[in-house]
């Protein structure tokens, strides 16, 4: 009973609910720079480990662990930045480079620093680079997977020797005011904090050995910092009424929506009219909502003892494919989800007295690449759940989810009152009518705005 209370309390639509919705936001607003209720741990965390002393610094392995479980670094890549303490330069690189040199003036003969400036800028080399330049988990062009996942795939490092620095652990000094985009902006990263050394394994796993000395840099995202509004939209259907719930109008603002293009414009046949921009400017077809990405509920079928969803994600972006993509739903009877086909799946359970929260992902080499807007621009799967009949009911709402995000970005949902309603009388046939009729409009909606 403690669990149908907690869930009545988030029902869409109930009265309780909207009471309380005002408290909600002004607490939330003030955590939802650092907080993420469905991923409250997760967080970038760079470590820097002193390998060895050098006459005029150090060398240390730079480690950058993604904990996020569904929020991944996608192409072009991470980029890294801080300022130095006092004068200290970048003699050599290993599986990174700075993008700028800097003025190294002052340094004569042919043992030229790899940069000089006091605020280096660091990105990943490119898959395919010279051995001699490689070392662990680097030249991924800067992408990094989500914790959830892949755990292996979610670290990305480079080593660094650094020169005009400390030669000791009471000498050096740390470096400040990091920044981190992934690849844009949205990260706010923290101060380095020492911390006891990274102990490391010899091969045979007999002998333990320790850096020298390490320290930690912490960076978490606000979705807020990256824009005013959603950058994805939720629509609904059901097999019980013929109404379609769209995404709401400008779900995502309607900024863009001078520079959108008509899904049957002769453009689209222009050459280069899907090669991405330096500045990353999307090219949206021309929609009510205007967001590049709409993801679609459908509740396609219920049986005696279980009930099946249909999920669409939809790529209205004509110059960007989403690599690794990512897909969170929060619903309550994702605690007992049967099968899901086509996707891969894996429950989230921030808080394990509760599991309903749930991920979804693309199947490796099939269908984990969702292409640019057009017709091959979208990816569909089913979710077969059982019922509980404690808490089961098509009534108010209950079949949608309360969240929706996609590649870690919370969606836009239609208000609660748009929902799909249930008819208050309706015969067998009448019932069986609506759901073939609803699956034709679902069809439909594939190809419409």
Request: glycine share 6%; aromatic share 12%; charged share 15%.
């Amino acid at each position: 009973m403690v669990f149908k209370s907690a869930y009545q309390l988030w029902h869409p639509l109930s009265v309780l609910n909207l009471s309380i919705w005002p408290v909600l936001l002004l607490v939330f607003s003030q955590r939802s720079m650092a907080f993420d209720p469905l991923d409250p741990f997760g967080n970038i965390t760079i470590k820097w480990d002193v390998i060895s002393w050098t006459p005029d610094g150090y060398v240390a392995t730079v480690t950058m662990n993604n904990f996020q479980m569904y929020r991944h670094i996608m192409s072009p890549g991470w980029t890294l930045g801080w300022n130095w303490a006092k004068k200290e330069v970048i003699w050599s690189m290993v599986g990174a480079q700075t993008t700028e040199q800097g003025d190294c003036s002052k340094f004569k003969g042919g043992n030229m620093p790899h940069c000089c400036k006091r605020n280096p800028v660091v990105v990943d080399l490119l898959p395919g680079v010279p051995y001699n330049q490689q070392i662990s988990n680097c030249c991924k062009g800067g992408v990094v997977s989500s914790w959830g996942q892949d755990p292996s795939a979610a670290v990305s490092a480079f080593q660094v020797s650094v020169g005009l620095a400390g030669t000791s652990n009471k000498t050096v000094k740390l470096p400040k005011n990091f920044t981190l985009l992934a690849p844009g902006p949205g990260y706010t990263c923290g101060p380095a904090t020492i911390v006891p050394s990274t102990v490391y394994l010899t091969p045979d796993r007999r002998r333990k050995t320790q850096a020298l000395m390490t320290w930690n840099v912490t960076c978490t995202y606000s979705q807020f910092l990256v824009s005013r509004h959603p950058r994805c939209c939720v629509s609904f259907s059901s097999f019980y009424n013929q109404t379609i719930t769209p995404c709401p109008a400008c779900s995502c603002g309607c900024h863009s929506k001078d520079r959108c293009i008509k899904s049957d414009s002769k453009r689209l046949s222009t050459v280069g009219i899907n090669t991405p921009r330096k500045d990353n400017e999307p090219l949206l077809q021309c929609t009510r909502h205007m967001c590049p990405i709409r993801v679609h509920w459908h509740v396609k079928q219920n049986y005696k003892d279980y009930w099946r969803v249909k999920m669409a994600v939809t790529n209205f972006n004509y110059r960007l494919n989403y690599t690794q993509w990512t897909l969170v739903a929060q619903h309550p009877n994702l605690n007992n989800v049967t099968q899901v086909f086509s996707f891969d799946y894996k429950p989230l359970v921030p808080y394990r007295s509760i599991n309903d929260t749930g991920m979804f992902y693309g199947m490796k080499f099939y269908n984990d690449l969702l292409m640019e807007a057009g017709p091959f621009g979208n990816v569909q799967s089913e979710v077969l759940m059982k019922k509980d009949k404690n808490t089961f009911t098509f009534k108010q709402g209950w079949a949608f989810p309360r969240k929706v995000y996609f590649n870690g970005e919370e969606c836009m949902l239609p208000p609660p009152e748009a929902y799909p309603s249930l008819p208050n009388y309706a015969s067998t046939e009448s019932i069986i009518i609506s759901a073939m009729a609803a699956s034709l409009f679902w069809l439909l909606q594939l190809f419409i705005c």
